[in-house]
């Protein structure tokens, strides 16, 4: 099995580069058959497996020092990493103090050029994931073996992940499948609605045959509808042409048939025994010990932590690197100071460390300017837990409440086959979860669901997404602290609902254009 990862990782980092420089031009994935590999080992193909699934949640096969990306620092090459880079520092609700090598331009969404190295990071992710998962697709393909169907579907899922996300943050990039896999030329550039024409296909094949029940962390059924659901609710962004209905079709598959509910305890979502929610539909596994990463929920919790004014051991951390803390944009919603937060009963306003902290993000640099989130901790629900380094809490990255809201906003705006009376059962069911009052038929607009899912969602990799969704992010309908690059906020060109093309992968293939504005 070592060997047979060792084969894989180099070939898809091979096939990576490739995609990028010189166009899949990659050898066969293993040295043994497949066959050959099943009668030494029958847990080979799981194995390999979860090694695609720890492409989304590790950053390299032998430990937290090492990227299956080139990466000055591996802990920056992860994909969570990059997601709450890139989908919350650069919106409202989250800002980042560090300041280097690029982390400046997100959080004050200004300035953004090809050269920054958190969008090569993210782009040289996708295009690590996409050729590994064609590598492996190739190599099923010529052997017979236990679950065949399913692991195929689970592989396709995964490239499929990973070419929607090139979707949303880049727009367009090169189309890699198994089909021209080994070409020598530099593939086309595909535009966005190629993309999502690609992405649905896939989906749509692999939805009716892929299993509807799965182990912990694995996709299932309702996996891949949250996905489809995700790609549907944003096709007015993506090609221009609104998929209410589609997007209502597949979310209220997951909510009449996936079987999961809402945590009665809102906190042990977000917790290190979260692994117990009946509401998370498909994590990305974290854990302390054998799979140590700086780019999992470690950066989360350690980031928003630090030891100059944060009680560490609280947290289950053993250190505070000083670099996260949410703005008013966030913490906003729930008063106008940090005595509003603590007399409300909503237990979500209470999820922000206020002691030693002003309400106001004067200078994002300065660390005691708005609250540091301590929604992800690495204790248990009940506090429970000696501090480690290493966060053992898994990001859930698709869940019910997500799913309930997004059922409410498309209720609202029309979608065939849904009612506002249930909508407003499942936003209510929301928020009285975490204690916060029920609201009325009159209080459901789509401001009303852009701020709940802000108080509901935030820091979880999708803020950005939702904002241009509901036409917030750019433009000055709707400003926040440091947008633009101001401390009171200024406006931004529409350029910004896209990001540059990194050089580097315009480089690599004369192909591909820059997206406009850069």
Not at 288 to 300: C, K, V
Not at 318 to 334: E, I, Q, V
């Amino acid at each position: 099995m070592k060997k047979i990862f060792l084969i894989l990782l180099s070939i898809a980092t091979f096939g990576m580069y490739t995609s990028c420089v010189d166009d899949l031009d990659t050898k066969p994935i293993t040295e043994l058959s497949l066959e050959e590999l099943l009668a030494s080992d029958p847990n080979a193909v799981e194995g390999l497996v979860s090694r695609l699934y720890s492409t989304f949640a590790l950053t390299g096969p032998s430990g937290p020092g090492s990227s299956d990306i080139d990466s000055p620092d591996p802990g920056e090459s992860a994909f969570l990493r990059a997601i709450i880079n890139l989908q919350d520092f650069t919106a409202d609700a989250m800002k980042n103090r560090w300041g280097d090598d690029g982390l400046d331009q997100l959080t004050t969404t200004s300035d953004w050029d090809r050269n920054n190295k958190f969008f090569k990071l993210f782009y040289d992710r996708a295009y690590y994931t996409i050729p590994q998962c064609n590598n492996f697709l190739q190599a099923l393909d010529v052997a017979d073996f236990p679950d065949e169907e399913n692991i195929i579907a689970e592989t396709r899922f995964l490239r499929a992940l990973a070419y929607y996300n090139i979707i949303d943050v880049f727009g367009k990039g090169v189309l890699a499948t198994e089909v021209n896999f080994g070409q020598t030329q530099p593939l086309p550039e595909a535009s966005r609605i190629e993309l999502f024409n690609y992405v649905e296909s896939e989906l749509l094949a692999i939805e009716p045959v892929i299993r509807t029940t799965s182990s912990y962390g694995r996709a299932n059924t309702y996996v891949v509808d949250m996905l489809l659901a995700k790609l549907y609710i944003n096709a007015e962004v993506y090609t221009g042409t609104p998929r209410w209905d589609d997007a209502a079709t597949y979310v209220k598959k997951v909510i009449n048939e996936g079987g999961y509910s809402l945590d009665s305890n809102f906190v042990r979502i977000f917790s290190s025994d979260n692994n117990s929610s009946p509401e998370i539909i498909f994590p990305l596994l974290a854990e302390s010990l054998t799979s140590q990463s700086y780019g999992n929920t470690t950066y989360i919790v350690n980031g928003s932590l630090s030891s100059d004014t944060m009680p560490l051991a609280q947290f289950g951390a053993t250190d505070g690197w000083t670099g996260h803390r949410a703005s008013k944009g966030w913490y906003g919603l729930f008063g106008n100071s940090a005595e509003d937060l603590s007399a409300s009963s909503d237990v979500r306003a209470s999820l922000f460390w206020t002691t030693g902290h002003n309400f106001e993000m004067s200078d994002y640099r300065e660390w005691t300017d708005g609250f540091p989130s301590i929604k992800f901790r690495n204790t248990a629900s009940d506090g429970s837990g000696s501090p480690v380094a290493f966060s053992a809490t898994d990001f859930p990255f698709y869940r019910l409440s997500d799913a309930y809201l997004m059922y409410a906003e498309l209720a609202i705006r029309g979608a065939a086959g849904t009612s506002m009376s249930d909508a407003l059962t499942y936003v209510n069911d929301v928020r009285t979860r975490s204690n916060a009052d029920a609201i009325g038929t009159s209080d459901l607009t789509l401001d009303f669901i852009l701020d709940e899912r802000a108080r509901e969602l935030n820091l979880e990799g999708m803020r950005r997404s939702d904002l241009i969704r509901f036409n917030k992010f750019t433009g000055g309908s709707y400003i926040w602290p440091w947008k633009g690059g101001t401390a009171s906020g200024s406006s931004i060109s529409n350029d910004y609902k896209l990001f540059p093309i990194p050089a580097t992968a315009l480089q690599a293939n004369p192909n591909l254009t820059q997206n406009p504005g850069y």
